[in-house]
């Protein structure tokens, strides 16, 4: 079993910077693919940026292209999801997910096994 623990949102201004972070618990996940997706009210929760276990290879949504970087310190079992240039079409609640089956990135909600509680961020126009 991995517990998920998301950290580090809140409400930030259009332009602004948030920088959340997942700290892994119960195993680690340093040989896992790792991901951060958002559901905003009356959307679908949505792939916003994905790391497989080394770091090398990362995916980003359109939407956030440019704007967020995914990272990982598998020392300390955490991912990151660093955002700037936040815009109001950022705000959703965002959650950390493992994917433990998977060899390589994991782009797909079904790949990933294990899932956060979430963390809310509210960008103001």
């Known amino acids: 079993q991995v517990q998920l623990v998301e950290h580090g949102g809140g409400l930030a201004q259009a332009g602004g910077s948030l920088k959340l972070s997942c700290v892994a618990s119960g195993r680690t996940i340093g040989h896992y693919p790792m991901g951060w997706f958002r559901q905003a009210p009356g959307k679908e929760r949505e792939l916003v940026a994905a790391i497989n276990w080394t770091g090398g290879v990362t995916f980003y949504a359109d939407s956030v292209k440019g704007r967020f970087t995914i990272s990982r310190d598998n020392a300390e079992n955490t991912v990151y999801l660093q955002m700037s240039s936040l815009k109001p079409e950022d705000t959703a609640l965002y959650y950390c997910?493992?994917?433990?089956?998977?060899?390589?990135?994991?782009?797909?909600?079904?790949?990933?096994?294990?899932w956060g509680q979430g963390t809310q961020v509210t960008v103001s126009s």
């Open positions: 997910a493992c994917a433990p089956r998977e060899s390589n990135i994991a782009l797909r909600a079904f790949d990933y096994q294990y």
